[in-house]
């Protein structure tokens, strides 16, 4: 299995790159999956302005922006999303990143680790809400790091309890790719 965690965030400075790598050092530890972390910014995806609904477009998009990370999100059986909380909700650029594409999800899995000031907890329930429409699975456990105790001037500084915590994610985000195998093989890559 091959996981993608992904950097939700595009701003200068952001703090999903530091989350990420904590992720990503976990993850070295898992045997079962290889893990790579995707930043969202590297993409330069512009924003959606395509006359066809992207889940009608048989992949071929109207920008060769939206078709790279078309071609970066069909490498993985599943994902992490490294997502901070912007005004009670997902943050935009994540969100048209996500609506940019659409067989590239499919019958994936997923695992949430936000942060914000009450943990992003408020982003991760409309995730679960947003990635439903893609058949997604998104696994029970998720990781809701606080702003205000658990990172410092380096970046993030987990709790001790993360640990354990992280390690059931990204177990259940591996284990839920494996299952939903068999359905993805029915959406043909281009
Ligand atoms: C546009 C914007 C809106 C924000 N709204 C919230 C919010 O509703 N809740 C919250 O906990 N933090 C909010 N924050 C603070 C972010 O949690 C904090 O800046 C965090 O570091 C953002 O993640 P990033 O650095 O990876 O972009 C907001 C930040 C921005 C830029």
Known sequence: MKIGIIVGSVRDSRNGTSVAQWVANAAASQDDADFE???LRDFNLPILTDPVVPGAANREYGTEEART???KIDEFDGFVFVTPEYNHGVPGAFKNAFDSIAPEWMHKSVGMVSYGADGGVRAVEQWRQIVANMQMVAVRHQISLSLFTEFDENGVAPNE???????????EVVDMARVLAPRREAVVPA
């Open 69 to 71: 990370w078309g071609r």
């Open 161 to 171: 309890r993360r640990t354990g915590e992280l390690a059931a994610l990204l177990t």
């Open 37 to 39: 972390v995707v930043e």
